[in-house]
């Protein structure tokens, strides 16, 4: 029976590297994988994945007015779905995986954020945790050593931003993955 797995990290917690090492996995094995990624997703061109460490794969790019089950079938079928950056998605679009999932016996792997740099949810990600199967957490370390839980957004100056819009594309100049209380100390100290 298929599932639908949400595998969420902050930034810098290896999920696209996981994504693509999984759909390498089921290549592996001779099934076929649909890797898709969201069209506001163009920080490494707009029809690539690539990870942190170096991996990278072409993906189709999805527009947030794509019906994925219909996207799927004219894709022809597929073994398992894998998404990443599937914050991006449209609660609606998520809705559409749940129903392949169940209609179509596919596995459908969702990695992506689960909060903004304001730990607010982000919609995908809202829709994501009230429908998945499966919902694990890809962790990683805060520079205290405690597991980084938020994704501060840094400005030029390395000061991190408490105001913007929930969507700024950015890696290591732009985001640091912190615990909440580095997060929370770090701020009340710039406020100073």
């Known amino acids: 029976m298929a599932k639908l797995y949400f595998k969420y990290g902050v930034m810098g917690s290896s999920k ?3 994504a693509l090492i999984t759909k ?4 592996e094995r001779g099934m076929t994988v649909w890797l898709i990624k969201p069209s506001v997703d163009t920080r490494d061109g707009a029809d690539i994945i690539r990870s942190r460490i170096g991996l990278s794969c ?3 790019v999805i527009t947030p007015e794509i019906n994925l089950k219909d996207a799927y079938h004219a894709k022809g079928k597929r073994d398992v779905i894998i998404a990443d950056e599937s914050q991006f998605f449209t609660p609606e679009q998520i809705d559409q995986l749940r129903e392949l999932v169940d209609e179509e016996d596919l596995p459908v792997l969702c990695f992506g954020l689960r ?5 607010h949810f982000f919609p995908g990600s809202r829709r994501l945790m009230e ?3 499966s919902v694990t957490e890809i962790k990683t370390v805060c520079s205290c050593g405690r ?3 938020v994704n501060a957004r840094i400005d030029g100056q390395g000061m991190i931003v408490t105001q913007g819009s929930q ?3 950015g890696g290591n100049d732009s985001y640091l993955a912190m615990c909440h209380q580095c997060w929370k100390e770090t701020i009340a100290k710039q406020q100073k």
Do not use: C, G, I, R
């Open 16 to 18: 696209s590297a996981q």
């Open 24 to 27: 390498f996995n089921y290549e």
């Open 58 to 60: 072409p993906a189709d």
């Open 115 to 119: 909060t903004d740099f304001l730990t």
């Open 131 to 133: 429908l998945s199967d």
């Open 147 to 149: 597991k980084a839980t």
């Open 167 to 169: 969507v700024m594309l």
